[in-house]
């Protein structure tokens, strides 16, 4: 596989990133969110000039968004790119930046890259994205390629407009739609770039598995092998297992905190599913979600659970232990019963990295009881929180 451990054995450093909106992590506090071993936490700073009085300047004065979520461990902000399309009624995208009308008062801001770079600066999050040009993955023609070199030059204008060069790592964000020539004329020119790290754009948003692991694949082939590499969006556990073996190590999504609100959806993400909490069948059922698993939740409670944690945990492990292909196939078999029920997507693209799926599984695929939380990546110069 393309796992990280097959890159440099320093460099373990495949994790998802928690989701955070207006500083707070939905439903759990910053000492629970520590407990569950999570080096990183997602931040989208967009919403922080929009948001009346959490303008970035107040929260430069609480000692940037660390002392202001009580936060000791690593951040990082996104620069608002994807509201391009979550908020498309309400902007309009320029060569200068992108127009957005406040959904709270009306007022009409512009966010350039300079001003997303000034605000992340002073947010003082350990990793902080690049603006780019945003575009839904099913759209195609000549947009696509505008999106994509714009993104060129803003991460230029990004690069310049950096105060905090050598306490912040600014990554770049790969784009070019499901266009394999575009896809690969942005690694060209963005990798010459020099930056800490590279992450992917513009997928996830409704296009085919077999469209997006491909493009997948073309992007970790292109990547410099010794800085981290981000997939943007990607949080389904299939995906997240799939796209570890073709060399991502860092993802975000809101899937897992959505799911799990109760009074939306109800469901616990489980190694072989999920269930849907809600039904009645469950409603007399005292035993834990997962016997299996030694979280928080699964020792004392009985009501949720989040998967996508001990997902990465065990790919961690299993990099560390050099048996990342077993861990590949024992856990698709207990997702989907037998290999032959695999999404023939996923199927394929574990093939390219000579992962086979037809060996039969370990006799204890799941027991993850005895995990312990593993070190925190290595991203030059990460600080030293944790």
């Not at 940037?64 to 996104?78: A, E, I, Y």
């Not at 970790?220 to 073996?245: F, N």
């Not at 299996?292 to 232990?321: F, K, V």
Request: with cysteine; glycine share 6%.
């Amino acid at each position: 596989s393309k796992a990280p451990f097959c890159r440099a054995i320093e460099c373990v450093v495949t994790f998802t990133c928690p989701y955070s909106m207006q500083c707070g992590r939905p439903t759990l506090l910053p000492g629970q969110l520590q407990f569950l071993y999570d080096r990183l936490c997602f931040r989208c700073d967009v919403e922080c000039p929009l948001i009346p009085f959490q303008g970035p300047d107040l929260i430069k004065k609480a000692n940037g968004l660390h002392g202001f979520m009580n936060w000791p461990r690593n951040l990082l902000t996104d620069s608002g790119g994807f509201q391009m399309v979550s908020l498309v009624e309400l902007s309009e995208v320029t060569e200068e930046g992108v127009r957005f009308r406040s959904p709270y008062d009306g007022e009409e801001i512009l966010l350039s890259p300079e001003k997303s770079i000034e605000i992340q600066n002073a947010l003082g999050s350990d990793i902080m994205m690049q603006l780019d040009d945003v575009v839904s993955s099913t759209v195609t023609g000549p947009r696509v390629e505008e999106a994509m070199y714009r993104s060129v030059r803003w991460l230029d204008r990004c690069i310049a407009a950096n105060k905090r060069p050598d306490e912040q790592n600014l990554f770049a964000i790969i784009q070019g739609g499901l266009d394999p020539v575009l896809r690969t004329k942005c690694l060209e020119e963005m990798t010459q770039r020099d930056v800490p790290g590279f992450a992917i754009g513009g997928l996830s948003g409704g296009e085919s598995k077999d469209q997006f692991w491909k493009m997948v694949s073309l992007s970790t082939d292109r990547l410099p092998r010794e800085k981290p590499r981000y997939l943007m969006g990607v949080g389904y556990a299939t995906d997240l297992v799939v796209c570890v073996a073709l060399g991502f190590d860092m993802f975000d999504c809101v899937f897992p905190t959505r799911t799990a609100w109760g009074r939306r959806f109800g469901s616990a993400l489980v190694p072989w599913g999920s269930l849907q909490l809600k039904n009645k069948q469950f409603a007399k059922d005292f035993r834990p979600i997962d016997e299996n698993c030694d979280c928080p939740t699964c020792q004392r409670y009985s009501y949720l659970q989040g998967q996508d944690h001990t997902c990465a945990l065990r790919s961690r492990e299993s990099i560390i232990e050099q048996r990342f292909p077993q861990f590949v196939q024992d856990f698709m078999t207990t997702m989907y019963g037998s290999w032959e029920r695999c999404p023939q997507w996923a199927v394929d693209a574990l093939a390219s990295v000579s992962i086979s799926l037809e060996r039969p599984p370990s006799k204890n695929p799941l027991d993850y009881s005895n995990a312990c939380p593993l070190p925190s990546p290595s991203l030059p110069p990460l600080s030293s929180r944790d």
